[in-house]
């Protein structure tokens, strides 16, 4: 059984910087073709794609925010950490991690995580 | 910044077929993937590459692409089927193909 789980604090301040893991179990990211990317959504608002990191240890930024993000892996551990620098109260939001395996359903991402709400406060 | 269009709401009687719509100028060239999100959960994928249904999403829904335009289509809704629905695709005009998601429709069940 595939899960992912995302960890992290719920209250950053601004300027702060974010840190959030993403541990899963059910696959290894060593798999060619396996990806775990990182999604958020604002209460009340659409999905936004921040980041992917593939088996290769290829890494893909969304373009708006590529200058705050970083993505890794640690595969020995099953985690994925992302890292969002700067962090503003408009990055109040859930945090999703979610995995991909071009394999079996292309580009989709086909297993998420639970998500992980992160306010951003004073 | 490349976008894809959905239409904010689509309402439904029981047992009709709802049909939401995702516009973006490189879908004749990427594929188009559908999830549902219901109220405090995660999204779930419903529709992959455009038309591919994966195992345990019911018959009822399906996908299809016709130019510019992707289309999810739920037939016979039931009330479970009340959810926000999201499409995505890549935005393939850069250096490496960008995730976009849709804005989201909001189905209502009447």
């Known amino acids: 059984q595939v899960t992912l789980r995302e960890s992290g604090p719920a209250l950053v301040k601004p300027t702060q910087t974010l840190t959030l893991t993403c541990t899963f179990s059910?696959?290894?990211?060593?798999?060619?073709?396996?990806?775990v990317s990182w999604v958020r959504q604002p209460p009340g608002k659409a999905l936004e794609w921040l980041a992917l990191?593939?088996?290769?240890?290829?890494?893909y930024y969304s373009t708006s925010l590529k200058t705050r993000l970083t993505i890794s892996k640690d595969t020995s551990k099953n985690q994925v950490v992302l890292t969002m620098t700067n962090m503003d109260p408009v990055d109040t939001a859930t945090y999703y991690c979610?995995?991909?395996?071009?394999?079996?359903?292309?580009?989709?991402?086909?297993?998420w995580g639970q998500g992980t709400m992160v306010t951003v406060s004073s | 910044s490349y976008e894809l269009t959905q239409p904010p709401s689509v309402s439904v009687s029981p047992g009709q077929t709802a049909r939401i719509t995702c516009s973006g100028d490189a879908l004749p060239k990427q594929y188009a993937y559908w999830y549902q999100q219901k109220p405090g959960q995660a999204p779930v994928l419903v529709i992959y590459?455009?038309?591919e249904r994966p195992s345990g999403i019911p018959e009822r829904f399906s996908g299809s692409s016709s130019g510019t335009t992707v289309t999810l289509t739920i037939s016979g809704v039931q009330a479970e089927d009340e959810a926000d629905y999201y499409c995505q695709s890549a935005d393939s005009s850069g250096t490496y193909p960008d995730v976009v998601f849709g804005g989201g429709t909001k189905l209502t069940v009447l």
């Open positions: 990191i593939d088996w290769d240890d290829d890494k």
């Open positions: 590459k455009d038309s």
């Open positions: 059910g696959f290894s990211l060593s798999t060619s073709g396996m990806c």
């Open positions: 979610a995995r991909g395996y071009s394999g079996s359903y292309g580009d989709a991402f086909d297993i």
